[in-house]
């Protein structure tokens, strides 16, 4: 059989093979079209263009809300979402997407990169390990997941089903792709279709399941909800286990033990005020991921785990996941899974992941940032510096955010090597910086890092001071 003809909502024809598919969910069977960029995902549930609230959905996430629409920043986004091009009315129902990139499929047969790959020590252990990533690599899908919901909530969207199915990550690059977006919650114009998924679902929806659609005490997906399940993906990803799955058992009665477990009774397992749901067998805690992100994961998972208006935004993972990246150092232990780990000021510099300790000198760059003329007030941000580090314009100047990915060439100010024992700085932005007190660092130029160093990163009027500490 050839390809059959498609007709989208705005009258153009697209064709698909229709013994070509690619897949299906519980949703939707996809099928590849003759532009193998596209797939188009036919609705099981076919209720036609009766069904107005649907029509208006589509409608809305496809054109209203489409921030692969965005001028300027368009292109960049698209490396963020798999976002819907098209409504199919004929012959069926459906979606037109863009077809996953080739870096979100395994090359082994195992399907699409999804978020479950990488957040449980079954399933990950069943990868290769050149798909395994580092801990570097996962802080960076994160940092990435948290800007694509962070732009989601921004315009006053939420996900309403984000899990780690519908998170696609690739390793290699660091980076993610958000899938199945056609049914976005838009509060008090579309209602969710579906509650979400086992283990992502917010406390307060799980608690309240069980009651009726239209029961004034239902709690239904939401921003707040969303939170909540971006959360549990940050701490799966980073150390391949449920914050909330421990050894504590609420009823022999397993669907009552899981709605107990998710919702009333949720229980932080590293909570350090109530121990009894922590597992015996954990062997890394979560706060080897340094003080920034154990501090948000106290908030969402101790003080708003039943508190909705108290967890993070995406905005703030955003910012500690880039905080806790400028504190990776690098292990050398041949049998090290993570490859990185997170450096804390004053403590041993030792890997918790397989044991190494660190001989060698750490240097730390703290930051300082400007109060008024000739005076500079410290922040509580720090980077430790290891052989070809970055410096980018979020650290030498406060009045950039950190980072600013929605720009299409991001371009590094400064690095740090290590050369016979010498640790040394290199200015790689266009403008001067200061030494001390007069010496100049003029681009190209690279001075030697000694304990109490002085350099101004900026001559700008947001620009940065940096005092350095090399201790043997």
């Known amino acids: 059989m050839g390809f059959i003809e498609a007709q989208l909502h705005n009258g153009k024809i697209i064709r698909y093979h229709p013994e070509k598919m690619l897949g299906e969910g519980a949703e939707k069977e996809f099928f590849l079209t003759e532009d193998e960029n596209l797939v188009i995902g036919f609705y099981k549930d076919q209720n036609g263009l009766e069904d107005k609230e649907r029509i208006r959905r589509l409608m809305s996430v496809i054109e209203k809300y489409n921030p692969t629409l965005d001028l300027g920043n368009g292109e960049v986004w698209e490396k963020h ?31 699409e990169k999804k978020g479950k790959w990488f957040s449980s020590k079954r399933l990950f252990k069943k990868l290769q390990k050149k798909e395994r990533g580092t801990l570097l690599s996962r802080l960076k899908i994160c940092r990435h997941l948290t800007q694509a919901i962070g732009r989601m909530h921004a315009a006053g969207l939420a996900h309403s089903d984000l899990s780690s199915n519908n998170v696609l990550m690739d390793a290699s690059r660091g980076t993610s792709l958000v899938i199945d977006i056609d049914s976005l919650v ?175 000198p750490i240097p730390i760059m703290h930051l300082f940032q400007k109060f008024s003329v000739g005076q500079y007030l410290p922040e509580k941000h720090y980077l430790t510096i290891c052989d070809k580090k970055k410096l980018y314009a979020w650290h030498s100047r406060s009045d950039v ?45 690279s001075v030697e890092i000694s304990n109490g160093k002085v350099i101004l990163l900026s001559t700008a009027p947001k620009g940065r001071l940096a005092i350095f500490e090399v201790t043997a």
Request: include cysteine; glycine fraction near 6%.
């Open 81 to 111: 979402f798999c976002w819907p091009k098209a409504f199919v009315v004929k012959p069926r129902i459906g979606i037109l997407s863009p077809k996953f990139p080739l870096q979100y499929y395994f090359k082994d047969g195992k399907g």
């Open 186 to 360: 838009v509060p008090g114009i579309f209602q969710p279709k579906v509650l979400g998924t086992r283990g992502y679902m917010a406390p307060e929806v799980v608690k309240t399941s069980q009651l009726d659609l239209m029961h004034p005490e239902k709690k239904m997906p939401s921003i707040k909800t969303d939170l909540h399940a971006l959360a549990v993906i940050i701490y799966e990803t980073l150390l391949l286990r449920h914050p909330l799955e421990g050894k504590k058992s609420y009823s022999s009665n397993f669907e009552t033990d899981e709605l107990l477990m998710f919702g009333e009774k949720a229980l932080f397992i590293e909570n350090p005020l109530d121990t009894s749901n922590c597992p015996d067998n954990m062997d890394v805690s979560f706060q080897s991921l340094g003080p920034h992100l154990v501090s948000l994961f106290q908030r969402v998972f101790i003080d708003g785990l039943h508190e909705p208006d108290l967890r993070p935004t995406a905005y703030e993972w955003e910012d500690v996941l880039t905080r806790t990246l400028d504190i990776l150092y690098p292990c050398k232990g041949s049998n090290c899974w993570q490859k990185w780990f997170v450096y804390k000021k004053g403590s041993e510099p030792k890997c918790p992941f397989c044991g190494r300790k660190i001989s060698e």
């Open 401 to 445: 955010f950190c980072p600013n990915e929605i720009s299409k060439n991001i371009k590094w100010e400064g690095s740090f090597s290590l050369d016979d024992q010498k640790w040394t700085f290199r200015n790689e932005s266009s403008e001067k910086m200061v030494c001390s007190v007069s010496e100049q660092i003029r681009p190209g130029d």
